[in-house]
């Protein structure tokens, strides 16, 4: 059966244990999680998780009707992707001995700007499409990163 | 006013019209027991284990149509009850399981008889809870038990440190309640509906498909009125028996690995196919490519997920199955052709007169279907019918004349052995005017046998068919079918005697290896007045047929099986 990437948004209640509610029905429905990234919504009693998993269009149509049939959950948005934002943060670390200017070049063209400058490190930061911050992981290989750390998706409608 | 926390739950408990709870105390929720020492608004019943008492109050709630409400404490009585709480979930049973757990503080400390219990009930409850205030405990108490009953209906699980049972806080009990994140679909879309009322107009070989949810949404009546109007023949899962009476032409029994060869059939060769709070479960599709294969799908659930969850829907409609079905009604009532349907009603017919449900009663065993038949016949309507697990659950299934709601209790979607004893128990308690029969096996009695004691502390008298084949004996016709006779660990020869186990614990115990002796020992039974076992000795190797093997396809039945 034929997969595609989705998006999906859930508006839940900031109660604890509610991610695991979220988790523990992928876990043990045997859905994808591709990334997971939550937070509260500002001035309010709700939580926004952005989901992107991978599964066939009954997969995905049962994602949304679980998600929706827990208590706490308010809302579930399954995003377009025509109609969607998504963005994605990325950290790489690298020598201080490698070309600072060509990296601070690379992040400017990727959304992003050298982050820190330590003694034997610099950190650079990426905010981007989720596509365009994996190219940009592959770019910066020859930059030789001693380490990498990629946060999941946040989308929003247009 | 000002109340602790075990004030508050008793105080809940009285607003919510809870009659009787059961329990098992220990020291996380001392303080609640020692309120309930104090009250007098509801009856306690102390099972000696607690999964008996969850599926007591599983028992109780399904015999009563309300909320059945268990009390455990922390650790390892918890944990006991999770295999009840489970065993509700999948059957959408309305539970408020009330656990105890260690003080606040203690969390997380891997504390004495401490567990994660939220934790473990999640996958199995509809929704659960962890009391972290004394604040918050009114409105969860209340959200429990609108949770529960509301929607489908399925266990909700409270967990109450022991410190919070003693906090005083203000308890302000709301009548009503709202939830933000919650709101139920209860009417079903009148398009939808006006559509399902056209295709149903339009097919000529349309079959109902009744399944729990007719129970659940007290749906009897609204059925029999839609198949009275149309004449279209009803199927029944092993949930739904008794939607329409035992004898209703318009009823074709029931359908799935075990269902008459006229259910199958007309499932198989539906152009039309009416889905009642039924779930497509893999124990009544068989072959999923093979089912219903030539019938355009209505599903009526309140549960959105449960509509194509395992079969597309050509015309889904979420809403409570009551409701919906008297919208349906109001639409085809005006004309309905019932003779439309004369064909396909005489080639199913057919389909019953030539594979009727039927066993050879030769020879001198007791056959277990001729046991069922005996206490139908006795009983019929009057009589709450619980069971156990495995292969005597099939035959009480098969041939129990079922009619109406309530009164067939048994764990469909998980299979729990153990289960019946104490359900019937909670039946007995719900509705002490009707005989209570648990159809079990040798080997489910076995799995909590011990709950004779709170039969006989607590006067309760269920009587207890044991079709006894010294078999575990659903497990050995697998064996014998498909595993080339290979008995492996399913002989339970090696038994107690069941009559002295009996009157050990202060109950009525009787042996039957005739015929007569049967009824002699079931009149002796109800005459004792007390909890019985009848330990009745079947043909050692009946099997349940018809039987769709495993991923077969529901029109391939083993209707009769010679080795």
Known sequence: MQTERRVISVVVL????????????????????????????????????????????????????????????????????????????????????????????????????????????????????????????????????????????????? | MELNGSQMIVEALRAEGVKTVFGYPGGAVLNLYDELYKQKYFEHILTRHEQAAVHAADGYARASGKVGVAIVTSGPGFTNAVTGIATAHTDSIPLVIISGQVAAALIGTDAFQEIDAVGISRPCTKHNFLVKSISELPLILKEAFYIARSGRPGPVHIDIPKDITAEIGQFNYPSEITMKTYKPTIKGNPRQIQKAAQAIRESS?????????????????????????????????????????????????????????????????????????????????????????????????????????????????????????????????????????????????????????????????????????????????????????????????????????????????????????PAALGAKKARPEATVVNFTGDGSILMNIQELTTASANNIAVINVVLNNNYLGMVRQWQTFFYDNRISHTDLSAQPDFVKLAEAFGAFGARAAKKEEFLEAFNAAIASGKTAILDVAIDRDENVLPMVPTGGALYNMILDYKE
């Open chain 1, 14 to 158: 900031n109660e604890h244990g509610v991610l695991s509610r979220i988790s523990g029905l992928f876990a043990g429905r045997g859905y994808n999680i591709e990334s997971l990234t939550v937070a509260p919504i500002p001035s309010g009693e709700y939580s926004h998780i952005s989901i992107v998993t991978i599964g066939s269009a009954k997969v995905l149509e049962q994602i949304v009707k679980q998600l929706h049939k827990l208590i706490p959950v308010l809302k579930v948005i399954d995003h377009e992707r025509e109609k969607t934002i998504e963005k994605e943060l990325a950290l790489a670390k690298f020598p201080i001995s490698e070309s600072l200017s060509d990296i601070d070049a690379l992040c400017r063209a990727y959304n992003g700007k050298i982050a820190n400058v330590g003694e034997d490190f610099i950190v650079a930061m990426v905010a981007d499409e989720p596509d365009r911050v994996g190219n940009f992981l592959k770019a910066i290989k020859k930059y030789n990163p001693k380490e990498i750390v990629r946060s999941g998706v946040v989308a929003m409608e247009r």
């Open chain 2, 205 to 421: 070989q349309p079959v109902f498909y009744a399944g729990g949810g007719v129970m659940l949404s007290n749906a009897v009546k609204e059925t029999r009125s839609l198949v009275e109007l149309t004449g279209v023949p009803l199927v029944e899962t092993l949930m739904a028996r008794g939607t329409l009476a035992a004898g209703d032409p318009n009823l074709l029994g029931m359908v799935g690995m075990h269902g008459s060869y006229a259910a199958n059939m007309a499932v198989s060769e539906a152009d039309l196919l009416i889905a009642l709070g039924a779930r497509f479960d893999d124990r009544v599709t068989g072959r999923l490519g093979e089912f219903a294969k030539h019938a355009k799908i209505i599903h009526i659930d309140v549960d959105p997920s449960s509509i194509g969850k395992i079969v597309e829907a050509d015309y889904p409609i979420v809403g409570d199955l009551k409701i919906a079905l008297g919208d349906l009604y109001a639409q085809l009532s005006e004309k309905f052709d019932k003779n439309r349907l004369s064909d396909w009603r005489s080639r199913l017919s057919n389909y019953a007169a030539i594979y009727p449900l039927g066993y050879d009663d030769e020879g001198d065993a007791i056959k277990p279907q001729w046991v069922v038949e005996e206490v139908g016949k006795a009983l019929g309507s009057k009589a709450v019918i619980t069971t156990d697990v495995g292969q005597h659950q099939m035959w009480a299934a098969q041939y129990y004349p079922f009619d109406g709601a309530n009164r067939w209790i048994t764990s469909g979607g998980l299979g729990t052995m153990g289960y019946g004893f």
